[in-house]
């Protein structure tokens, strides 16, 4: 689950890539002014230019920064953190938040995480680990262990850790100024989702989230805290691809899918856990359990069922578990 630390204007995020080419670009000072860029795909062009303190050439994709909004965001390869570090303005190292030691013990097992600051110029710094990329999702039902095979996941990684900072920067615009730790979670998806239908032609990878978002809750109800899938069902189920290229800026895009979200209250989110936790688990099954949850579960499930199990054993199973399926 995502942390937030508010303290010396900064706010943490750890989590688990721009759909824009991302891009090196020289350190832009704290008190000098970004100007305003809508982000759009086809205006952006990739610009490999020298890296300061000593970065070698090969250390250039380890270090960089990438427009967010108004800002901008150093993205940096753990094993280059250091010297990717030191591109941040003396203001930001100096916080202890931004130490190299704190971001070592704070990413830990993590693939990726965010640490957003607040500054004029610099919108945040994303960590990548890719030691923990990830390439396939495990999860268990019943017997069966399931593996969904996971392609250009760093990419996905990066897009999603790039939404957090995207989305935060509309807060009071074009999104709330107040967001759950969980809306955080698949608002980030949404701006990966966005990205794939810019960059791609298809939306097989925004698929492949929602299956692993989707399979993750089964292996550990605890995941309910980055279970994007009913956000992402809802968007794929009205736009395909060639509608979603029509928003061709972000903030175009979120004002239209935003209203269309649910809004699930903390005891919502409580029943859904329970949910998942009594219907995967070993104990025995529980037909009628929180029948006024499950025609909810039970669409957004089902997709994902299908693709590990095949149509009519993952029918089977869904009549065996749910008194409402049909």
Known sequence: MCRYWQRSLLKLLSCSVACVPLFVGHFVNAGQYISPQPLVINQVQTTAVMVEDGLANDDVRQAYFTPIAKKQALVCSLPALKKCIALLPLSLQHQTSFSVANIRRAIGRKSAMVLVAESDSIAGVIIINPAKDMLEQSGAIGLTTYQLPLTNQTKLTLWHEIGH????????????????????????????????????????????????????????????????????????????????????????????????????????MGEFSSLVQRTFSSVQSLPEYMFWRQPELIQVLTPTLKQLMGKTKSQQWLKKQFSTAK
Request: aromatic letters at 16%; a negative charge; charged letters at 10%.
């Open 165 to 268: 900072l995207y989305n935060i920067s509309l807060q009071g615009s074009v999104l709330p100024y107040s967001l759950t730790e969980y809306q955080h979670e698949w608002l980030a998806d949404l701006y990966l989702l966005w990205c794939v239908a810019q960059q791609y032609q298809q939306l097989d990878l925004v698929w492949q989230q929602f299956h692993r978002r989707n399979l993750a809750l089964i292996n550990d109800s605890g995941n309910l805290s980055h279970w994007s899938a009913p956000q992402l069902q809802i968007v794929l189920s009205h736009y395909d691809v060639q509608q979603l290229q029509h928003f061709s800026r972000y903030e175009d895009f979120l004002t239209a899918v935003y209203p269309l979200m649910p809004a699930w209250s903390p005891r919502d």
